[in-house]
T-cell receptor, first 114, second 113 residues
Framework: AQTVTQSQPEMSVQEAETVTLSCTYDTSESDYYLFWYKQPPSRQMILVIRQEAYKQQNATENRFSVNFQKAAKSFSLKISDSQLGDAAMYFCAYSGAGSYQLTFGKGTKLSVIP | KAGVTQTPRYLIKTRGQQVTLSCSPISGHRSVSWYQQTPGQGLQFLFEYFSETQRNKGNFPGRFSGRQFSNSRSEMNVSTLELGDSALYLC????????????FGPGTRLTVL
């Protein structure tokens, strides 16, 4: 079974600074997808960024980028120029290429300090 | 396009009762998945429906069931509610392929007293 581990239950960052959230996963599959979702206090789960395992290039989406290390099974999220609205729970998630479900990590609570 | 909608947003039930939650996917999406979120267990997959058929089921007791209608709307039902069923229930829709991203609704907060 696949597992996703987020080792940082909580993190904080100063507004306008950069923060990196860590995620590791365990799988025997070669083809899969990785995601970062954001869940603000409203509880609405919002997709931040996705990465296809077969792509070497790291995904970027405006201020959000990932560092995908396939051999190390690591998938970290970097948030640049942090804003107050970035404060939320961040979940790393895995989906196998032949799977219909997401496997989530326990989440990292990010606080942004003004 | 309108996003995924879930009704009701909040529910309070007592032990032993049953409950039905509803999810309307994004227009054109044929796959609907359900997840349970609790502080202790985190986010756990319940089941996924595609074209009115259950394609995949998580490790939950038979008290948890679901269905999908021809318009892709989905319902999940929990019978004989237990205190431990108190959770946020999230629905997610996906267009079709496994590679498509899942988009989530706002969730239904169920409290069992």
């Amino acid at each position: 079974a696949q597992t996703v581990t987020q080792s940082q239950p909580e993190m904080s960052v100063q507004e306008a600074e950069t923060v990196t959230l860590s995620c590791t996963y365990d799988t025997s599959e070669s083809d899969y997808y990785l995601f970062w979702y954001k869940q603000p206090p409203s509880r609405q789960m919002i997709l931040v960024i996705r990465q296809e395992a077969y792509k070497q290039q790291n995904a970027t989406e405006n201020r959000f980028s990932v560092n995908f290390q396939k051999a190390a099974k690591s998938f970290s999220l970097k948030i640049s120029d942090s804003q107050l609205g970035d404060a939320a729970m961040y979940f790393c998630a895995y989906s196998g290429a032949g799977s219909y479900q997401l496997t989530f990590g326990k989440g990292t609570k990010l606080s942004v300090i003004p | 396009k309108a996003g995924v909608t879930q009704t009701p947003r909040y529910l309070i039930k007592t032990r032993g009762q049953q409950v039905t939650l509803s999810c309307s996917p994004i227009s054109g999406h044929r796959s609907v998945s359900w997840y349970q979120q609790t502080p202790g267990q985190g986010l756990q997959f319940l089941f996924e429906y595609f074209s009115e058929t259950q394609r995949n089921k998580g490790n939950f007791p038979g008290r948890f069931s679901g269905r999908q209608f021809s318009n892709s709307r989905s319902e999940m039902n929990v019978s004989t509610l237990e205190l431990g069923d108190s959770a946020l229930y999230l629905c997610a829709s996906r267009a079709d392929r496994v590679s498509d991203t899942q988009y989530f609704g706002p969730g239904t907060r169920l409290t069992v007293l």
